[in-house]
């Protein structure tokens, strides 16, 4: 217990004020974890190591779970893992109970976090040895499970599969990197754009953007009429319609996300956002009654926010006992390591036992600070929806062009990608096609291209993806139950829909609020 | 709408007021050409890489030294060209390194001949951890045994990243064996692959027989049991002997200086014909815009110089593994012309 | 049969047109399920639109035009006027701060419905506080480089 003498208030202190500062981070629409460690990595040049540590631990699990704030009020996903949570908490916040959605999502959030610290304080080194079987055809096959949530989350599921490639074929615009392997070469574009748009268009762009700045449009459109943004929140009154028994049925989904939070974070190269991805899917797939997933139910907050914040857990699993990051954070991350003359790696944890265990600690305290603040603040938090839309919104737009400017560290094409992507979001939403499978398949195209094609380049045949291993047949058998799950269900809704729609025939005119929750999704 | 008008002008007169005395609080240079806020742009995206590291740790003295405030932005190559390319007022400024250059003889779409678009500046630090790689259970136990057996018609398969660093060595190695064992290099086949983590996983899975990687990120997979599937050896580190002996004695995790060197040449001979040894230094330098003033370039120069002979740089980037390695402006431009001469006759030569 | 199968499967990509190979894929699924959207979903719908049944979208639906194309305007001139500014203070993000404050409250006064003097107060000491905040606590105080 050596490594006691090495805990201090001060450590407490920084672990306590990364989650803070980690909160508002993730809170404003467009600003990261990865930003917010980014920003503070130079700071622990003059913290030293276990101070500096503390502090980035802290703001890595604070803007991880941040990112739940602007999703359930603003609709605008604060972070990219956080973009399942929109699909309930949205539209549980225009019914009136943001804070409850807050609270629901802040408890799932600590309890996947600190299931993942506790998997990789026992497991990490079993783990990394079971994730390096992981190879580019089983990679594939994880995105591509990940890919199948967009069947079941469309409304339509033809159009909603249209979407989804057109999510695919928009990330992969610009250069097939060589830093993932590629030839470098650029294709899907004219020539002339390639100074624009050569790396092709940024991820969180593209998602504050296409939620965002198009809802704006939208609202503009129909002349910002209701000055309220939640017309029915109700504040203030204690009564938020947050109980503990929403959990109750619900540890099962609980502890599900948290795994596959965990499990998707340790692979090195599987982005963080597939993390709530598949966990939202699993959750619709599995749970007995999923029908109004992406309505308002909190079971969908329980998935998404307790897998996300499971990632943190999880991508520390290849860091430390690899050297390899698991997602861009702890890409970050290892900065702070080097900056301190500290090499990660498969010795990691043996050499460094003291600042392995420091690293558990401010771990495990920055959840809890997490929690509590949050918790807590909830109630004020909430508020923000009362700002009137007419200051709201501007602050908006000003916040996500922050977002988009600082995410490459300032590059002015991501600025104008906001609009782009604000136009099209708007456009697609009148035509009827739909932002959630789209907004999937782009997120994902990318790493679907990459491991595909290096796949087939290696073992030169499609039936590899089939044969290469146990993994990749339980896999498939994933993929295949997670179709035919949504096909059942999504034929068992056209045909409830049917029913009531013969009930209710005549009255044919939509409420506003249901309108704009349809065009929310 | 006067009301607004009238407000508008009010706040903007009082935003050029705020402006004005903000402006002039700003730390200024009051006695060189390069003054206010100063921007240096990378040629990666990553801030935990070498690149990011070894830029801020020059950046930082500079700052410090000029009196001026400076900021580090990992944009990333294509970027960054990009951004360097609009600002001649010296404001941007770029630090890379040799990709820079190898990605134009490779022909990477994105890259231009830095010699001919931009100004080359002061070259600051090497990092000498450019490394080949085997499985600790491989057959081959070094570099000649591996060109041996590509000379013999046996394939052998190396992970490395396309289009620059990653993949000169790789090219050196074709060419010599094209000189000692002709007609055989096509036997040494390259598997292109991404990132460090995926070109582990490529030797993890047997899809490859040697890795590029780096004594940084591989030097803890050398000291696993041979019977750990992620056990892994050096053959070959790309540095020169002399690079390499500036490196701190106890070297880099538990392998030690003099245990590096057995890796370097002349212990691995890697040929470029006429008795030349092929080394490669990734060496970090400045670019500047080619209309950026003059006295800029000289202004740094200088500061750097003074830098250098203070002595405390050269020590924060030993700690960090890299090796100090400062050349003025013209010094540095003639060498690394010279150097990419040099790299335009291998990669020509394979081809 | 065993053969043929796998001869049908097998596939070899020349690395010099790989970044084709899935954009390819890609397009042809993109195509075929276009194909199906266009026979069960709009040519259904554009015979609708031609009895007079249904509205085409954005082109036939009524909008409030001045907002809707303010925002677009007033978002274009932000995100130009903001580079150009910024350039002639560099990297300081005065481009951000000063632009920021004159779309605050221009996009204020847009979707303002009620203009009592207390609205236009708020709106101006908004259009001061936010953006300035905003630049001190990033562009100071962690050094993020803005506009």
């Known amino acids: ?364 305290f920055a959840n809890i600070v997490m929690f509590f603040l949050m918790f807590y603040a909830i109630k004020h938090i909430a508020k923000v929806v009362m700002v009137p839309k007419h200051l709201l919104f501007p602050i908006i737009v000003m916040m996500c062009v922050v977002g988009a400017y600082a995410i490459n560290y300032g590059i002015m094409f991501d600025v104008w990608t906001l609009l782009i992507f604000g136009v099209l979001g708007y456009v697609i939403q009148k035509v009827g096609l739909e932002v959630a499978p789209l907004i999937i398949g782009f997120i994902l195209g990318s790493q679907a291209e990459i491991y595909f094609v290096k796949s087939l380049e290696s073992f030169g045949t499609f039936s590899i993806f089939f044969t290469k291993s146990p993994i990749a047949m339980v896999l498939w058998a994933l993929i295949v139950a997670s179709v035919v799950f949504s096909i059942v269900v999504g034929m068992k809704t056209r045909a409830k829909q049917k029913m009531e729609l013969s009930q209710v025939a005549g009255s044919t005119q939509v409420k506003p609020g249901k309108d704009r929750d349809q065009n929310s999704r | 709408m006067i009301v607004s008008n009238k407000l508008m002008t009010s706040v903007g007169s009082a935003a050029l007021m705020a402006a004005l005395s903000v402006s002039s609080g700003v730390a200024m240079a009051q006695d060189g050409p390069l003054r206010g806020n100063v921007r240096i742009v990378i040629g990666s995206t990553s801030t935990g890489g070498d690149t990011y590291q070894n830029s801020s740790i020059v950046a930082d003295h500079l700052a410090e030294h000029l009196d001026i405030n400076m900021k580090v932005d990992a944009v990333g190559a294509s970027s960054a060209f990009r951004t360097l390319d609009r600002d001649s007022r010296g404001n941007t400024l770029m630090i890379f390194h040799d990709q820079s250059y190898l990605g134009y003889l490779y022909g990477v779409q994105g890259y231009d001949n830095i010699f001919e678009k931009y100004t080359v500046g002061p070259t600051v630090a090497i990092n000498p951890g450019n490394a080949y790689l085997v499985p600790k259970d491989s057959s081959y136990e070094n570099l000649e045994q591996i060109m041996a057996a590509v000379g013999d018609g046996e394939t052998v398969r190396v992970a490395i990243q396309p289009g620059g660093v990653s993949e000169i060595g790789f090219s050196a190695l074709k060419n010599a064996i094209s000189i000692e064992y002709p007609g055989m290099e096509d036997n040494l086949v390259a598997v292109n692959t991404g990132s460090q983590s995926d070109k582990n996983q490529q030797l993890f899975d047997d899809q490859v027989d040697m890795i590029h990687g780096s004594v940084q990120a591989n030097e803890q997979y050398t000291r696993l049991p041979e019977d750990d599937q992620k056990a892994m050896r050096f053959v070959w580190l790309t540095a020169r002997q002399s690079t390499i002996e500036q490196a701190p004695e106890e070297g880099m995790g538990k392998t030690s200086r003099e245990q590096l060197l057995e890796y370097v040449e002349p212990n691995v001979h890697v040929t470029m014909g006429d008795d030349e040894n092929f080394t490669f230094d990734k060496e970090f330098f400045f670019l500047y815009n080619k209309d950026m003033d003059p006295a800029i370039v000289e202004q740094i120069d200088e500061a750097l110089a003074d830098i250098y002979a203070e002595g405390e740089i050269q020590e924060i980037q030993k700690n960090a593994f890299f090796i100090p390695n400062f050349k003025p402006s013209d010094e540095a431009a003639a060498y690394l012309t010279e150097k990419m001469a040099r790299y335009e006759e291998i990669i020509s030569n394979i081809k | 049969m065993e053969s043929g199968l796998s001869s049908l499967l097998s596939v070899s990509i020349d690395f010099e047109t790989s970044h084709l190979f899935f954009p390819r894929i890609i397009h042809w699924i993109l195509a075929g399920l276009f194909a199906l959207i266009l026979v069960t979903k709009v040519a259904p719908f554009m015979a609708a639109v031609k009895r007079g049944e249904r509205k085409l979208p954005i082109v036939g639906e009524a909008r409030d035009s001045f907002r809707f194309f303010g925002t677009l305007v007033l978002i274009v001139a932000y995100f130009y006027l903001m580079a150009v500014v910024g350039n002639m203070f560099p990297y300081t993000g005065y481009g951000f701060l000063f632009v920021s404050m004159g779309f605050v409250l221009l996009m204020a006064f847009l979707y303002m419905h009620e203009w009592t003097k207390k609205a236009v107060i708020t709106a101006v000491i908004t259009a001061i506080v936010a953006p300035s905040l905003a630049w001190f606590v990033l562009a100071k105080l962690f050094k993020i480089t803005l506009p």
């Open chain 1, 1 to 364: 217990m050596e490594f006691l003498s090495l805990l201090d208030i001060t450590f407490f202190l920084l672990a306590g004020l990364g989650a803070l500062v980690g909160i508002i981070f993730g809170a404003i629409p467009g600003m990261t974890a990865t930003m917010a460690v980014a920003v503070c990595l130079p700071l622990t040049y003059a913290l030293g190591l276990n101070h500096g540590l503390a502090l980035l631990l802290g703001l890595y699990v604070g803007g991880i779970s941040g990112g739940m704030v602007p999703a359930v009020l603003l609709n605008i996903p604060g972070t990219p893992s956080s973009i399942t949570t929109t699909f309930d908490g949205y539209p549980m916040a225009q019914k009136g109970e943001g804070e409850k959605a807050l609270r629901v999502s802040v408890i799932a959030s600590v309890v996947g976090g600190l299931i993942s610290a506790a998997v990789l304080f026992f497991f990490a080194p079993v783990l990394a040895d079971f994730s390096i079987k992981f190879s580019y055809v089983e990679k594939f096959l994880i995105i591509f499970l990940a890919l199948t949530v967009i069947a079941s989350l469309s409304s339509n599921m033809l159009v909603g599969i249209f979407s989804g490639v057109i999510g695919i074929w928009l990330s992969l615009v610009g250069v097939y990197s060589t830093s993932d392997g590629g030839n470098g070469k650029t294709r899907l574009m004219f020539d002339a754009m390639e100074p624009y748009l050569y790396e092709g268009f940024s991820l969180l762009p593209v998602l504050i953007g296409i939620f965002g700045i198009s809802t704006i449009l939208l609202e503009a459109e129909k002349g910002v009429k209701r000055d309220i943004a939640g017309e029915r929140v109700k504040l203030g009154k204690g009564n938020s319609g947050f109980s503990l028994s929403i959990f109750k049925g619900r540890m099962t989904n609980l502890v599900r996300s948290s795994f596959i939070g965990t499990f998707v974070g340790m692979l090195p190269g599987v982005g963080g956002s597939a993390a709530s991805v598949l966990a939202y899917t699993q959750e619709k797939n599995l749970s007995k009654d999923s029908s109004q997933m992406g309505k308002g139910a909190p079971q969908g907050l329980i998935a998404s926010e307790s897998a996300n914040n499971a990632l943190t857990g999880g991508a520390l699993i290849p860091l430390l006992s690899l050297g390899i990051p698991g997602d861009s954070t702890t890409a970050v991350l290892i900065g702070a390591f080097t900056l301190q003359g500290i090499q990660v790696g498969p010795l990691f944890i043996p050499e460094n036992v003291n600042t392995w265990y420091v690293m558990m600690t401010a771990l495990i």
